[in-house]
């Protein structure tokens, strides 16, 4: 299955950055595609032992925020934070 994740931060360790990782690699465990996005983004302070490892994007500006809401149909399940 194709999942998609919109993230609010990943800049910073906190409880729901953590969950939303943890749940990334069990669903690529299971063999689903999940790919993150986010806006903020620092691979250095986020649980880099997990982050490092997972499929992540980070929307810097308005082109890819609009590329990235085009894209959305091809995924079966979305996940807002």
């Known amino acids: 299955m194709k999942i998609g994740m919109l993230?609010?931060?990943?800049?910073t360790t906190g409880g729901y950055q953590k969950l939303v990782l943890r749940l990334t690699s069990e669903?690529?465990?299971?063999?689903?595609?999940?790919?993150?996005?986010?806006?903020?983004?620092?691979?250095?302070?986020?649980?880099?032992?997990?982050?490092?490892?997972?499929?992540?994007?980070?929307?810097?500006?308005?082109?890819?925020?609009?590329?990235f809401l085009a894209k959305i149909e091809k995924y079966d399940k979305l996940i807002t934070t």
Do not use: M
């Not at 790919?35 to 982050?51: A, F, M, R, W």
């Open 27 to 67: 669903l690529t465990k299971l063999g689903n595609q999940v790919i993150i996005y986010t806006p903020s983004l620092n691979k250095e302070t986020c649980y880099p032992e997990i982050i490092n490892q997972l499929h992540i994007v980070a929307l810097k500006n308005k082109s890819q925020s609009k590329s």
């Open 7 to 11: 993230v609010n931060n990943l800049d």
